[in-house]
């Protein structure tokens, strides 16, 4: 899971879905973009890879680094690695 600010949560949203077919090649196989009730400028981010490894090395890559700043990130994305513990439907 990744939180962080955006300067403006439209360009950043482009830029994102512009990135697609590189987050693609490092292995991401689903995606989904949340924003806080309050701060719609506060975006979460849920993804899924085929690894663990790639992901690591999307999230440590000058290439995202670099399509962040062009998407107008306002701050140090926090970034979390998790494994699904239990999932269901109600």
Excluded: C
């Excluded at 962040?68 to 140090?76: I, W």
């Amino acid at each position: 899971m990744i939180r962080h600010k955006v300067n403006d949560f439209n360009k950043w949203k482009n830029t994102f879905d512009e990135f697609a077919d590189v987050r693609k090649s490092y292995g991401e196989t689903s995606f989904q973009v949340m924003r806080h009730q309050e701060d719609s400028n506060n975006v979460y981010l849920m993804f899924e890879w085929d690894n663990e490894e790639n992901a690591r090395k999307f999230f440590g890559s000058a290439e995202l680094k670099e399509r962040m700043q062009k998407a107008g990130v306002a701050e140090a994305p926090e970034i979390n690695f998790l494994n699904q513990a239990d999932r269901g439907k109600l």
